[in-house]
C-alpha cells in the first residue's frame, strides 16, 4: 500500500513568488492534515481536511496561504507571495479516523531566498 | 492554551545504557497522546498511542506509559539504530492534533 507522498521533495524560490506543494493521502483516509515545522521549533499544525471539506484551518498563518482537496483526494497548499519566514518543512499527514494515529509523507522542504 | 513540552531536547548514551524521555502536557480533554520517531529527511513514524492513565504500550526495546500530567518514553538496551528524534503529540477535545518540539536521540556505539 502506497504511502503519503509529497511533492516537491524540495523547493527554492524567491521572495514574492509562488509555491504550490501537494499531497496525496493514503486512500481512503477521509482526514487529511498539513503541518509545518521551522528550523528550531515544533511541528505546527496548519489545517485539517475531512474528505474536501475544512474542518479547522486555525493554524493558518495568514491569508497568503490556501488549501485545497479537490474531490477529497489529493490536497495542494499555495503560499502566494511567499516571505523569507515561510521557509520551512511542510508535512501532509493523513489518517482514517478522527482520533488515532496520523501517517505522515517526507515532507516537502521550502526556501525562500 | 493547550502544550506539550518534552524534556531533555538532545539525549547522549552509549550502547546498552538504558534511559527514558518526558513528555509533559496540558490539555483540556485529552484523547489520546502519541510518540513519533523522525529521521533526518523524513517524516514523523507513528510509534504507540496511549488513551488513558496507566496505559502502557512496548515495542521492541521501546515502553511508553502515560499518567495524567506525563507520559515517558523508556529505552531498554538501546541500540545504535535507535538514535533518532522522538516527537510526542497528543489530541484534545478539538481534535487538533500538538507536538513537541522533540528529543535527539544519540546512541553511541
Known amino acids: 500500500e502506497a504511502g503519503v507522498t509529497q511533492f516537491p521533495s524540495h523547493s527554492v524560490i524567491e521572495k514574492g513568488q509562488t509555491v504550490t506543494l501537494r499531497c496525496d493521502p493514503i486512500?481512503?483516509?477521509?482526514?487529511l492534515y498539513w503541518y509545518r515545522r521551522v528550523m528550531g521549533k515544533e511541528i505546527k499544525f496548519l489545517l485539517h481536511?475531512?474528505?474536501?471539506?475544512?474542518?479547522?484551518e486555525s493554524g493558518m498563518p495568514n491569508n497568503r496561504f490556501l488549501a485545497e482537496r479537490t474531490g477529497g483526494t489529493y490536497s495542494t497548499l499555495k503560499v502566494q507571495p511567499a516571505e523569507l519566514e515561510d521557509s520551512g518543512v511542510y508535512f501532509c499527514?493523513?489518517?482514517?479516523?478522527?482520533?488515532?494515529?496520523?501517517?505522515f509523507g517526507e515532507g516537502s522542504r521550502l526556501t525562500v531566498l | 492554551e493547550d502544550q506539550v513540552t518534552q524534556s531533555p531536547e538532545a539525549l547522549r548514551l552509549q550502547e546498552g545504557e538504558s534511559s527514558s524521555l518526558n513528555c509533559s502536557y496540558t490539555v483540556s480533554g485529552l484523547r489520546g497522546l502519541f510518540w513519533y520517531r523522525q529521521d533526518p529527511g523524513k517524516g514523523p513514524e507513528f510509534l504507540f498511542t496511549l488513551y488513558s492513565a496507566g496505559e502502557e504500550k512496548e515495542k521492541e526495546r521501546l515502553k511508553a506509559t502515560l499518567t495524567k500530567k506525563e507520559s515517558f518514553l523508556h529505552i531498554t538496551a538501546p541500540k545504535p539504530e535507535d538514535s533518532a528524534t522522538y516527537l510526542c503529540?497528543?489530541?484534545?477535545?478539538?481534535?487538533?492534533?500538538?507536538f513537541g518540539k522533540g528529543t535527539r536521540l544519540h546512541i553511541l556505539p
Open positions: 481536511f475531512v474528505k474536501e471539506s475544512k474542518q479547522d
Open positions: 499527514a493523513s489518517s482514517l479516523r478522527l482520533v488515532g494515529e496520523l501517517f
Open positions: 503529540a497528543v489530541q484534545a477535545e478539538g481534535d487538533k492534533i500538538i
Open positions: 486512500s481512503g483516509h477521509d482526514n
